[in-house]
T-cell receptor, first 111, second 113 residues
Framework: SQKIEQNSEALNIQEGKTATLTCNYTNYSPAYLQWYRQDPGRGPVFLLLIRENEKEKRKERLKVTFDTTLKQSLFHITASQPADSATYLC??????????FGTGTQLKVEL | ETGVTQTPRHLVMGMTNKKSLKCEQH?????MYWYKQSAKKPLELMFVYSLEERVENNSVPSRFSPECPNSSHLFLHLHTLQPEDSALYLC????????????FGPGTRLTVL
């Protein structure tokens, strides 16, 4: 069956460093992959989408890579700030728009 | 906020109660979704509506009954729920069912006693 794995343990980093979050998937070939941010008690907010024929996508301090051979996406936040603290969800997606989400990785950026 | 509103934000109900969750989107989208988010579990897609027609029903128990009277409104009717149904229920919308980005509401935190 399809499986999505994100680091279940919280990632703690120091302000100004680069945070790298991992999303691994098995047993399917998504046409694209989305990343969302979720704050406690709130709905997810869309951040970036990368397609299977794209290796890398950037938006301001965010960078996403997509390796279809490794079946992995990496999500980077450069020059991290305490305001970046949140849970980040990946959603590899096949045809249509039926999003399948990972459990998310909690990021804590400390001063 | 994202243009998708949900009411109520918090709901406590007994197992014999009947209640409804409401979602409204002000974005002119044609597709709407219900998700369930339980602690330590990924978001689970429950229902999808496209142009007011249900296009997806992910083996959800019949005690959850969705209704989409128009493309801007989505309801989730609840009856005889179980304590394990306690979760955050999220509504989302997208321009169309095939569109990529989904816009989520703030969710309704449901507690079943």
């Amino acid at each position: 069956s399809q499986k999505i794995e994100q680091n279940s343990e919280a990632l703690n980093i120091q302000e100004g460093k680069t945070a790298t979050l991992t999303c691994n998937y098995t047993n399917y070939s998504p046409a694209y992959l989305q990343w969302y941010r979720q704050d406690p008690g709130r709905g997810p907010v869309f951040l970036l989408l990368i397609r299977e024929n794209e290796k890398e996508k950037r938006k301001e301090r965010l960078k996403v890579t997509f390796d279809t051979t490794l079946k992995q996406s990496l999500f980077h936040i450069t020059a991290s700030q305490p305001a970046d603290s949140a849970t980040y969800l990946c959603a590899p997606t096949g045809g249509g728009n039926k999003l399948t989400f990972g459990t998310g990785t909690q990021l804590k950026v400390e001063l | 906020e994202t243009g998708v509103t949900q009411t109520p934000r918090h709901l406590v109900m007994g197992m014999t109660n009947k209640k409804s969750l409401k979602c409204e989107q002000h974005l002119g989208h044609n597709a709407m979704y219900w998700y369930k988010q339980s602690a330590k579990k990924p978001l689970e897609l429950m229902f999808v509506y496209s142009l007011e027609e249900r296009v997806e029903n992910n083996s959800v128990p019949s005690r959850f009954s969705p209704e989409c009277p128009n493309s801007s409104h989505l309801f989730l009717h609840l009856h005889t729920l179980q304590p394990e149904d306690s979760a955050l229920y999220l509504c989302a919308s997208s321009p169309s069912f095939r569109a990529n980005e989904q816009f989520f509401g703030p969710g309704t935190r449901l507690t079943v006693l």
